[in-house]
């Protein structure tokens, strides 16, 4: 049987020619950027432009990769579109472009910036959702996710990544309606079924580790350029290098369940150095634990061991982004955010978009106790 190709290189800078050949190297196994592009398509890059932040901080995918990617589309002759939605609402977009640098790439290549401003009802599983129509008109949707940790799915990468095609704040309206692990992560692997790249190239070069995937997470060197046809398998092979047990990042493992990619490291063929794969002890988010405990916790006892988000009020600066954010509206602004931890439900969409990074997980004196939430 033929296993699912994933190609990890090794890429220690942003240097161009760096990227360039990274990239080259990692599409190499799977028949090079000519096997998915031909002349005259319309191909959607779709990065993380989580919030704004500068490149450095790791929060967004980089200009280089967006660059290289860009320009070995049109090298095969694609048309470029560069793609994505914000947290928050769609008028803090612009700021979220020209930070991130991507922007300015979108200029320097000639690429178009697609709008996320239009979108197309597709309904799955008795449930509505509402994705960007350039997403759903590409003739290609090329992925280019970031490596990092994420507090409520405990990684980010392929898969999640998907989630920005559906534009502002709809997202809060799937948050508000999904608001546990479980039921978030049948709504990210809904979007990947509707959505389906072809084709992912991850940004491992400076990822996150910690309380990612905002300015909450501690930027670290990976050095990495990750690619696969199967978004999947990709997000197996990294979760799995940055330390997660098999099954352990639920979408994961519910994608490979519906048959929306192959999550068993067995079946999957890691091409390039596998030396690769040793990115060393990675730091976890603080929430690792409790959104995942085993099925015997009752539900009394997950509710007492509960981790909600903690203001820390130095950092903090009142610009008012959580409360635009709050899925559930329990946020409210008066000379600090105040939060109703009663009603929260955990999803620290707060914490993702926090721009000075004020917001962290907060474990509560059972949790601490049994050492849930380290």
């Not at 360039?20 to 779709?46: D, H, N, Y």
């Not at 709504?187 to 190239?201: M, Q, W």
């Amino acid at each position: 049987m033929n296993k699912t190709i994933v190609a990890v290189i090794d890429c220690p800078s942003y240097a161009p020619e760096l990227v360039r050949q990274a990239v080259v190297s990692s599409l190499a196994p799977l028949g090079g950027m000519e096997r998915f592009v031909r002349p005259g398509m319309r191909v959607l890059l779709k990065p993380n432009l989580l919030s704004a932040h500068e490149p450095e901080r790791a929060v967004t995918t980089h200009p280089a990769i967006v660059r290289a990617v860009a320009e070995l589309v049109q090298a095969a002759g694609g048309t470029v579109l560069i793609g994505d939605s914000p947290a928050g609402p769609i008028e803090n977009n612009p700021a979220v472009w020209r930070q991130s640098g991507i922007g300015q790439v979108a200029e320097q290549v000639g690429a178009k910036q697609a709008p996320f401003d239009s979108v197309t009802w597709k309904r799955l599983n008795a449930t509505d959702y509402f994705i960007a129509r350039p997403v759903l008109e590409a003739d290609l949707v090329i992925n280019l996710p970031k490596l990092k940790t994420h507090m409520l799915s405990l990684y980010t990468g392929a898969v999640k990544n998907l989630f920005g095609v559906i534009p502002g704040n709809r997202k809060l309206e799937v948050h508000a309606r999904a608001p546990g692990i479980q039921d978030f992560s049948q709504a990210l692997v809904d979007v990947l079924e509707l959505v389906r790249p072809r084709l992912t190239i991850m940004d491992a070069v400076l990822g996150q580790e910690g309380n990612g995937p905002g300015k909450s997470g501690t930027p670290r060197h990976y050095g990495r350029v990750a690619a696969s046809e199967d978004p999947v398998a990709l997000d197996a092979v990294l979760s799995q290098a940055m330390g997660y047990r098999p099954g352990q990042v639920m979408h994961l493992a519910l994608a490979a369940s519906r048959g929306l990619g192959v999550a068993d490291l067995e079946a999957i063929q890691v091409e390039g150095n596998r030396r690769s794969l040793d990115l060393g002890r990675v730091r976890l988010p603080a929430t690792h634990w409790y959104l995942h405990a085993p099925g015997w916790v009752g539900t009394l006892a997950q509710r007492a061991m509960r981790v909600r988000p903690r203001l820390a009020a130095a950092a903090c600066a009142s610009c008012g982004r959580c409360v635009e954010v709050c899925p559930r509206h329990v946020i409210t602004m008066n000379t600090l955010p105040d939060f109703d931890l009663e009603k929260c439900v955990g999803c620290f969409c707060c914490a993702e978009v926090c721009p000075q990074g004020a917001i962290e997980p907060q474990r509560n004196l059972l949790a601490r106790m049994i050492g849930a939430g380290r």
